[in-house]
């Protein structure tokens, strides 16, 4: 099930080759309502959308998504924002020092190998 897809860069192409990774929000994305259903036992590459003309069960797994979907989000609780400056910012003091801080280095002084030798 795919209830959007990237645009993929340049056009025609099966990735986003133009900015080197795919995003998903925004102009980045095709919104699909319905959403596109596939059959992986049959099209793992997920290169034939179904539709009611080619699956006889199309609107009963429509639908069938649609109750999970709506289960699914009644589950779901807010959290705090992970890519806030507090949470990418560097943290030396988090880093491993071997000397005395602010001049931190390690060196391996006794290197055993567990593998033949």
């Known amino acids: 099930v795919h209830f959007f897809t990237p645009n993929f860069s340049p056009a025609g192409a099966v990735g986003c080759y133009d900015i080197n990774i795919c995003m998903c929000h925004g102009d980045y994305v095709t919104y699909h309502s319905p959403p596109l259903l596939f059959d992986l036992s049959r099209d793992?590459?997920?290169?034939?959308?179904?539709?009611?003309?080619?699956?006889?069960?199309?609107?009963?797994?429509?639908?069938?998504?649609?109750?999970?979907?709506?289960?699914?989000?009644?589950?779901?609780?807010?959290?705090?924002?992970?890519?806030?400056?507090?949470?990418?910012?560097?943290?030396?003091?988090?880093?491993?020092?071997?000397?005395?801080?602010?001049?931190?280095?390690?060196?391996?002084?006794?290197?055993?190998s567990a593998g033949p030798q």
């Open 44 to 112: 793992p590459s997920e290169s034939r959308p179904l539709s009611p003309e080619t699956e006889p069960r199309f609107a009963e797994a429509l639908e069938r998504v649609r109750r999970a979907v709506t289960e699914h989000r009644r589950t779901l609780t807010p959290v705090e924002k992970q890519l806030t400056w507090a949470n990418i910012l560097w943290k030396p003091w988090l880093q491993p020092c071997c000397g005395t801080f602010p001049f931190c280095s390690c060196e391996e002084t006794n290197r055993t």
